[in-house]
């Protein structure tokens, strides 16, 4: 079966000048479709770069990056975001909704651009589903942030992607509302048969993962990996 993710050496450099950073050192991994994986590792090991990396966002210096099968790599500006828009969902910490949209229109417009002809239906039937269908004309600054957080995880579910990544999506939420959105992800997870790469620094939430991937100084620590994947209950 082709894999969900799968990274070859990948290298990834940052920043320019005196700035600049070695940021992915030789990554190599895979992901089977439908695995939850939990990446964590101590801030700035390069958690989040890896993360974009595997979502299309930041392009590898060298290495190769494949997502479904499809090689990410020969694939043009309009082509990688077209196949991010179908293929990836993306949920991050701050929630980055768009503050002058409603929650409606934040779920319903990038649905839209990516070319579905019922956006608007879809976005409220996905904003019903994360419990939001009586919010769907607010603005994120009248939302709390669990509930800014249930429109990102509309957002991101929309199109139905195979691959969804999470950026630390309990970093800003306390206990209670961090523990309903962690349900609810995987929840959402289970019901679509998509694939999930989670950062987090949470241990408890790592272990609802099915394997961990530790990341040192931008590359995978293999034995604390297997440590921590041996570890959970
Ligand atoms: P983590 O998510 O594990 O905390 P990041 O992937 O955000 O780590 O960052 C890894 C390292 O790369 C950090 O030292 C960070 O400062 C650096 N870095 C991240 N993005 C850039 C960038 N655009 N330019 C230069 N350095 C960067
Ligand atoms: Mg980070």
Do not use: W
Request: negative net charge; hydrophobic residues 45%; contains cysteine.
């Amino acid at each position: 079966m082709v894999k969900a993710i799968e990274l070859e050496n990948v290298d990834l450099s940052l920043g320019r000048g005196a700035a600049r950073v070695h940021i992915l050192r030789g990554v190599s991994l895979a992901v089977e479709q439908g695995e939850a994986v939990g990446l964590v590792g101590p801030s700035g090991s390069g958690k989040s770069t890896l993360l974009m990396v595997m979502a299309g966002l930041e392009r590898q210096d060298a290495g190769v990056v494949r997502i479904d099968g499809q090689d990410l790599g020969p694939l043009d500006e309009d082509a990688l975001a077209r196949f991010r828009g179908r293929r990836v969902g993306i949920v991050f910490q701050s929630f980055h909704l768009l503050p002058t949209m409603t929650a409606l229109e934040n779920v319903a417009v990038p649905l839209e651009l990516s070319g579905a002809p019922d956006a608007f239906e879809r976005a409220e039937a996905e904003l019903q589903q994360v419990g939001l269908g009586h919010r769907l004309a607010h603005y994120p600054a009248e939302l709390s942030g669990g509930e800014q957080q249930r429109v990102a995880l509309a957002r991101a579910l929309a199109p139905n992607p195979a691959i969804l990544v999470a950026d630390e999506p309990t970093g800003n939420l306390d206990e209670t509302t961090g523990a309903q959105i962690v349900d609810l992800l995987f929840r959402m997870k289970r019901e679509r048969g998509a694939t999930l790469v989670l950062v987090t620094h949470d241990p408890g939430l790592a272990r609802q993962c099915d394997r961990t991937i530790a990341l040192r100084s931008g590359a995978i620590d293999a034995e604390r990996s297997a440590a921590l994947t041996a570890g959970r209950a």
